[in-house]
C-alpha cells in the first residue's frame, strides 16, 4: 500500500467560524480505492472537512493534495481540473428544480466531458442508461426532481455523481432521512457504484449501519480532529471510550452533548 | 457606554464587510458577463423571464403614469394659463424620469425579488454548492446571464413604457381635458428630443444592472434556510429601490440640459 502515492492527503486542517473552533489539526490519508467512513456528532466538523475537500471552503490553516494537486491555495482552473474527478452526493440530493431528471443526470455528462460535446439526444440516452443503473426506468426521465419522493430523488444525484465515472466518489450523510429499507437500498447501489467504477470513496455519516455497510475503513472525528482510524471491521474491539460510546448510541460517557451555545 | 459604542461598531463594520461583499461580486459578475463560455441559453431564457415577462406590469405602470400626469398637470398648468404646454410636460417626464423609475421599480419587485429567492434557494439546498461541484461556475451559469439580461431588456422596457406612457397622457387629454388631437401630437413630437429618450434608456440599464446584482447579491449570500431566503428577497428589493432612486439623482444631474 506504501508503493502507490495516496489519493487524498489532508494535511494539519483548521478552520473556525468566529469564536466557534470546528476543524483544529485535522489529517487525514486516503489511498486509491479505498472506502472510508468519517462518522462524527453533529456539529464535529464532518461537512466542514467535506467542504475543504470539495474546495467549497478553504481551511484557515492546512493544505489538502489530491492526486499531487493541491485543492487548497489554487487557481479555479486547477480546482475545475480536480472536480472532474469527483462526484459528489448532496445530503438533500440537490438536484436542480428549473431542470428535469434526465437533464440533472446528463448535466455532469456535458459539463465535464473533455470529448466533443454530445448532442441532445444522445445525452438523454446516456442519462438514461445512468438512471438504469441506480435502478430507475426511463419513465422519470422527464419528470422534474419536485414530483420524486425522496428515496428517489437520492437516487437520481446518486446517478448525476456518478455520471461521469469519477475516480473519487463523495457521499454527505447518504441515509439520512430515509426509511431503513430505502437507505439499505441506497447503501447497495454506493457499494455497486463504487466498486463498478473501482473508485476511491469518502463518506460522512453519523449512520453506523450505514457506516459498517460502506467502509472499508472508519476515522471518527471529534472536537475537530480524528481520534480514532481503523478498519472497518474494528471497531467492536476498538477499546477507544470516544468510539465506544458513539458505535453504541451512548448519552453517558467522555463525549459530552453539547447543548449550549459556544 | 463601553456596550453602547461597541454596538455602533459592530453595526458599521458589518455595512463595511456587506458592501465590501458587495463591490467583490459586483466585480466578478461584470466580469463573467464578458468572459467566455457564456451559457447563451440561460441568456435567452433569461431575456424572456426579464424582459418579456414584465411586459404587463410595466405597460399597466406607464399607461396610468402617463394618464395621471395629464390630469395633475392640467390642475396646476391651467391656474396660468398653461395648459398648452400639457404634452411636452407629459413627454419630457415620461421619457427623462418617470418612465426608466417607475418601470425599474416595478420590476425591482417583480424580477430581482424572484431572482433573490430562486438564488437563495439554490444556495440552502446546496444546487449551488452542487454546480461548483459539477464544475461550473455558478457566477457564470446563475449570475451572468441575469445581469446580461437585466442590462439588455430594461431600456427595451423602457422604451416600451415611453411608448404606452404618452399615449395614456395623449387618451386623457384627447378625451378628458379636451384637446385638439393633432395638436396635441405634434406639441409631443416637437418638445421631444433625442436625448430626452437617450437619458431615460442609460437610466434604465444602470437600473437593470442594480436591480438584477442586487437580487444576485442577495439570493448568493443568503443563509440560515427559509428565513434567510425571505430576508434575501426584502434586502434585494428594498436595496434596489434605494439605489435606484439614489443613482437616478446623480444621473438626472449628469444629463441637466443636455
Known sequence: ?262 | MIDFLSKIGRRVLDLFAVAGRLILFVGSALSHCVRPPIYIGNVFRQFWTIGYNSLPVVGLTAVFTGAVLALQSYTGFSRFSAASAIPTVVVVSLTRELGPVLASVMVAGRVGAAIAAELGTMRVTEQIDALDTLATNPMKYLVAPRVLAGLLMMPLLVLVADIIGIMGGFVVSATILGFNQSAYLINTFNALKTMDVVSGLVKAAVFGLIITLLGCFNGYQSRGGAQGVGTATTSAVVYACVLIFFSDYFLTQLFLNR
Open chain 1, 1 to 262: 500500500m506504501n508503493a502507490t502515492p495516496p489519493k487524498i492527503v489532508a494535511k494539519g486542517l483548521k478552520k473556525s467560524f468566529g469564536r466557534k473552533i470546528v476543524l483544529d489539526g485535522f489529517d487525514l490519508e486516503v489511498a486509491s480505492g479505498e472506502s472510508i467512513v468519517v462518522i462524527g456528532g453533529s456539529g464535529s466538523g464532518k461537512s466542514v472537512f467535506l467542504k475543504c475537500l470539495l474546495g467549497l471552503m478553504r481551511p484557515d490553516v492546512g493544505s489538502i493534495v489530491i492526486d499531487g494537486d493541491a485543492m487548497t491555495a489554487s487557481t479555479r482552473t486547477v480546482r475545475d481540473r480536480i472536480r472532474r474527478k469527483m462526484g459528489m452526493l448532496f445530503q438533500g440530493g440537490a438536484l436542480f428544480d428549473s431542470l428535469t431528471v434526465w437533464e440533472n443526470v446528463a448535466f455532469a455528462l456535458n459539463e465535464r466531458r473533455n470529448g466533443p460535446p454530445v448532442s441532445r439526444r444522445q445525452a438523454r440516452e446516456l442519462a438514461v442508461e445512468k438512471l438504469g443503473a441506480v435502478g430507475l426506468g426511463s419513465d422519470i426521465a422527464d419528470l422534474s426532481p419536485a414530483e420524486l419522493s425522496g428515496g428517489m430523488q437520492k437516487r437520481v444525484a446518486l446517478a448525476r455523481a456518478i455520471a461521469a465515472e469519477p475516480e473519487i466518489l463523495l457521499f454527505d450523510e447518504p441515509t439520512t432521512g430515509l426509511d431503513p429499507i430505502m437507505a439499505d437500498a441506497i447503501n447497495n447501489l454506493i457499494l455497486a457504484s463504487v466498486q463498478r467504477l473501482g473508485a476511491t470513496a469518502v463518506s460522512i455519516t453519523h449512520d453506523m449501519a450505514s457506516a459498517r455497510k460502506i467502509a472499508s475503513r472508519i476515522a471518527m472525528l471529534y472536537q475537530g480532529r480524528i481520534i480514532w482510524d481503523g478498519p472497518a471491521a474494528d471497531i467492536d474491539s476498538s477499546g477507544n471510550p470516544y468510539l465506544d460510546q458513539f458505535v453504541h448510541g451512548r448519552s453517558e460517557g467522555p463525549i459530552q452533548l453539547q447543548v449550549r451555545a459556544l
